[in-house]
T-cell receptor, first 115, second 113 residues
Framework: EAGVVQSPRYKIIEKKQPVAFWCNPI?????LYWYLQNLGQGPELLIR????????DSQLPKDRFSAERLKGVDSTLKIQPAELGDSAVYLC?????????????FGQGTRLTVV | GQQLNQSPQSMFIQEGEDVSMNCTSS?????WLWYKQEPGEGPVLLIA?????ELTSNGRLTAQFGITRKDSFLNISASIPSDVGIYFC?????????????FGTGTRLTVIP
C-alpha cells in the first residue's frame, strides 16, 4: 500500500512568488495534517483536516498561507507571496482518525527554498 | 506553542553502545510518542506511550512515560549504524484529545562503526 505522497520533493522560488504543495494521504485516512519543519527543529502543526473540514488552523499564518482539501482526499497548501523565512520542509501526514490512538504517517516532505 | 525540550541535542557513540535520551515539557501530555527521522524522509513512529509510568519496548528500543506526565525517555541498546538519524519526542495534549502532535527539538544520533 502506498504511503503519504507529496509533490514536489524540492522547490526553489524567488521571494514574493506564489508556491503550492500537494499531498495525497493514505487511502481511507480521514484526517490530514500539514506540518512545517524548520532546519534543526521538530515539525510544527499548521492545519488539521477531518475529511474536508479544517478543524484546527490556529497555527496557519492566514495572511499568506491557505490550504484546501476539497473532496476530503488530497490536499493543497499554498503560500502567496512567499518570504525568505518560509524556507523549510513542509510535511504532510495522515491518520485513519483524528483521535490520540490513531497513528499519523508522514510523507517525505517538500523542501522549499526561497531566494 | 508547547515547549518540549530534548537532551542531549546530539550524540556520537560507538557501534554496540547503549543510548539514552530524554524529553521534558512544562505541560502535561496525554500521550508520548517517539519518532525517528532520516535525511530526506518524514518522521516514522517508533513507540507510543498512553499511560503514566508505562514502559514499552520495540526490539532494541525501550521508552517510558514519566509519572508526572511531563517527561519521557528513550533507550536504544546495542546501537548499530542504521540507528543514525534524528529522534524526536512528541506529545498530545491532555485536554484536547485530538491527534495534534507537539514535537521536541530532536536528538541527532551518530553511530561510529
Amino acid at each position: 500500500e502506498a504511503g503519504v505522497v507529496q509533490s514536489p520533493r524540492y522547490k526553489i522560488i524567488e521571494k514574493k512568488q506564489p508556491v503550492a504543495f500537494w499531498c495525497n494521504p493514505i487511502s481511507g485516512h480521514n484526517t490530514l495534517y500539514w506540518y512545517l519543519q524548520n532546519l534543526g527543529q521538530g515539525p510544527e502543526l499548521l492545519i488539521r483536516y477531518e475529511n474536508e473540514e479544517a478543524v484546527d488552523d490556529s497555527q496557519l499564518p492566514k495572511d499568506r498561507f491557505s490550504a484546501e482539501r476539497l473532496k476530503g482526499v488530497d490536499s493543497t497548501l499554498k503560500i502567496q507571496p512567499a518570504e525568505l523565512g518560509d524556507s523549510a520542509v513542509y510535511l504532510c501526514a495522515s491518520s485513519l482518525y483524528g483521535t490520540v490512538d490513531s497513528e499519523a504517517f508522514f510523507g517525505q516532505g517538500t523542501r522549499l527554498t526561497v531566494v | 506553542g508547547q515547549q518540549l525540550n530534548q537532551s542531549p541535542q546530539s550524540m556520537f557513540i560507538q557501534e554496540g553502545e547503549d543510548v539514552s535520551m530524554n524529553c521534558t515539557s512544562s505541560s502535561i501530555f496525554n500521550t508520548w510518542l517517539w519518532y525517528k527521522q532520516e535525511p530526506g524522509e518524514g518522521p516514522v513512529l517508533l513507540i507510543a506511550l498512553y499511560k503514566a509510568g508505562e514502559l514499552t519496548s520495540n526490539g532494541r528500543l525501550t521508552a517510558q512515560f514519566g509519572i508526572t506526565r511531563k517527561d519521557s525517555f528513550l533507550n536504544i541498546s546495542a546501537s548499530i549504524p542504521s540507528d543514525v538519524g534524528i529522534y524526536f519526542c512528541a506529545g498530545q495534549l491532555r485536554e484536547t484529545g485530538a491527534n495534534n502532535l507537539f514535537f521536541g527539538t530532536g536528538t541527532r544520533l551518530t553511530v561510529i562503526p
